[in-house]
Structures are given as structure tokens and as C-alpha cells.
Nanobody, 120 residues
Framework: QVQLQESGPGLVKPSQTLSLTCTVS??????????WTWIRQPPGKGLEWIGY???????YYSPSLKSRASISRVTSKNQFTLQLSSVTPEDTAVYYC????????????WGQGTQVTVSS
């Protein structure tokens, strides 16, 4: 079965760039049709979709975050990454990576999530 695991610093200072990595095992991030997605959940709020990188390398972002977000991949390591620049305390959240099968519109595999706090 596919497994995803987020990693990266848990504390980021305001104005810095948040950088996270999702390591995928049990499946290839270049498998046809699949999307590799970042989602976050601020405390007390619902899930917020950030964006994805498709199996082909194409990326898409939430309009509210597209100016600051960048998703990349390292296929040799079966990893994809999130960089979110110019962070503020409002970016504090649990960040998840997930796999999406767009053919059925399902996020079928998730990492456990990692807490990122933006604070000085």
C-alpha cells in the first residue's frame, strides 16, 4: 500500500519560507493520472487545499496561495515538496500531503500530518 510521510521544520519565523517534503513509498509519483497534493488545516478551521503536482509534473495552486506556493518533486527520491514563502502566523497549521486519483475525485492516501507553527 502507498504510504506518505511529511517532514520539515515545525517552527518557522515570520517572513521566512516554509519548506516541507512528502516522501512516498509503495507507489511512484510518476504513476499515470495521479496527483500529489498538499492540504493544510489551521487550528479550529477546516481543511484548505494548497495545490498539487500531477504525475506529469504539471502544478496547480489555490488562487489564494498561488503567489506564495511552489510545489516541486524529486522523482529519484519519490518525493514532492512544498515551499510557502513570506509566511505569517496565519500560515500556522497542520500540513498534510496526500494522493489524489482525479479520475474519481478521491484523496485516497494521506500522510499523518505535520504541525508547522509560524512564530517569532
Amino acid at each position: 500500500q502507498v504510504q506518505l510521510q511529511e517532514s520539515g521544520p515545525g517552527l518557522v519565523k515570520p517572513s521566512q519560507t516554509l519548506s516541507l517534503t512528502c516522501t512516498v513509498s509503495g507507489g511512484s509519483i510518476t504513476t499515470n493520472y495521479l496527483y500529489w497534493t498538499w492540504i493544510r488545516q489551521p487550528p479550529g478551521k477546516g481543511l484548505e487545499w494548497i495545490g498539487y503536482i500531477a504525475y506529469s509534473g504539471t502544478t496547480y495552486y489555490s488562487p489564494s496561495l498561488k503567489s506564495r506556493a511552489s510545489i516541486s518533486r524529486v522523482t529519484s527520491k519519490n518525493q514532492f515538496t512544498l515551499q510557502l514563502s513570506s509566511v505569517t502566523p496565519e500560515d500556522t497549521a497542520v500540513y498534510y500531503c496526500a494522493r489524489e486519483d482525479p479520475r474519481v475525485g478521491v484523496l485516497d492516501s494521506w500522510g499523518q500530518g505535520t504541525q508547522v507553527t509560524v512564530s517569532s
